[in-house]
């Protein structure tokens, strides 16, 4: 059973950092791209960083670059979105989801996505 989840949330001020975890099962890693999504309130959901599975190519939104880092750690079938500087901007709920490494290029494309996690709460807020 294809399986994602999201752990790591948190209420934290601006400026501070949050390590998320996408804890998978069911599928092998390498075989997809991981993706990170996020959806405030009243906002569609956007992607905010995907790691491909079989290159380990790293794909970034704009809003993303240079304060969030991708990761992914094989031998625990887990991947990371290291956030720092974070803004009351970033504050939303966050996705993991999986698609078959060869739509990478394509990671920003939600509904390409067939599984998800449960989503974590991030909140930024002083």
């Known amino acids: 059973q294809v399986q994602l989840v999201e752990s790591g949330g948190g209420l934290v001020q601006p400026g501070s950092s949050l390590r998320l975890s996408c804890a998978t099962s069911?599928?092998?890693?390498?075989?997809?791209?991981i993706g990170w999504f996020r959806q405030a309130p009243g906002k569609e959901r956007e992607g905010v960083s995907c790691?491909?599975?079989?290159?380990?190519?790293?794909y970034y939104a704009d809003s993303a670059k240079g304060r969030f880092t991708i990761s992914r750690d094989n031998a625990k079938n887990t991947v990371y979105l290291q956030m720092n500087s974070l803004e009351p901007e970033d504050t939303a709920v966050y996705y993991c989801?999986?698609?078959?490494?060869?739509?990478?290029?394509?990671?920003?494309?939600?509904?390409?996505?067939?599984?998800w996690g449960q989503g974590t709460q991030v909140t930024v807020s002083s």
């Open positions: 989801a999986a698609i078959p490494a060869y739509y990478a290029s394509l990671w920003h494309v939600a509904n390409l996505y067939n599984c």
């Open positions: 790691i491909s599975g079989s290159t380990s190519t790293l």
């Open positions: 069911g599928f092998t890693l390498t075989d997809y791209a």
